[in-house]
């Protein structure tokens, strides 16, 4: 059965996720060689961004247009939603217009809330806690490069608990993999999603251990999105997490370096390393376009 929304990883089966994913490379393929898919005729998309986007509000508006269908994006601010309607309220009107709504905002509780009250699908366009689409894109693009079976590859994350590092514990899990994680102490991922992924994940504070033998290197920005005054102690915080070429070498040699991007050069990352041989984060950042079109083909049909 379809999942009715897509707030976390976990709305996907083992199976539903790895589907979703050859779905998507299939259709990267079909746009490659111009293949007309409608798939998504008449339908439309509501986005909602409480927060900035560059990848998530193209491949999501590029995407609908490219099976069929339209994507409204609406600006909290242009909308009652900047003056206080409930969200509730926002939830039953928006959904009994359109075909699915992707939101971006920050508490997790607020897209579990538009959840409950929406009558159509309600996709993560990222929230503090979790950002599912990302790891969609990071995953096909790990099978693109070193095929199906991604079950015991070790992944190494250096840097914050934050969003993308949640859901890449729950990938963890979900496929097998052995994700280890590297955070200056106080910048631990959340405990209680520590204590679900349990089974699939190691932490510390020691990156050159994360990192040593790894088949994928992932990091991103020190401060997300929220957390910009905190930049300059994050920075001081986050001294010795930089993924350099030093560090990188401690990894396997045919390893693989992931960022979600928006990246920060010379901070989270070195300027050789994210433009270097190993980086696929351009790759990825396209493959969000391709996955999401297979989440939009499995939410919305
Ligand atoms: N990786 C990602 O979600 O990018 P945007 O913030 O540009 O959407
Ligand atoms: N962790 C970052 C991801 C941006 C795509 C943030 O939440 O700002």
Redesign the pocket.
Known sequence: MAPKHFLTLDDLSRTQLLALLARAIELKAERRNGVLNESLKNKTLAMIFDK??????VSFEAGMRQLGGAAINLNPEDTQMGRGEPLQDTARVISSMVDGIML?TGPHSIIETMAEYSSVPVIN??TDLF?P??LLADLQTLIELRGENLSGCTVAWVGDGNNVCHSWMNAARILGLQLKIATPEGFAPAADVVQRNQSAISLSDDPQMAVSDADVVVTDTWASMGQEDEKAARQQAFAGYCVNEELMSLAKDEAVFLH???AYREMEVSDAVIEGPQSAVFQA?EN?LHAQKALLEILLT
């Open positions: 900035s986007s560059t990848r998530t509000r971006r366009g990222l950002h689409c990302q979600c991007l928006p950042a969000r």
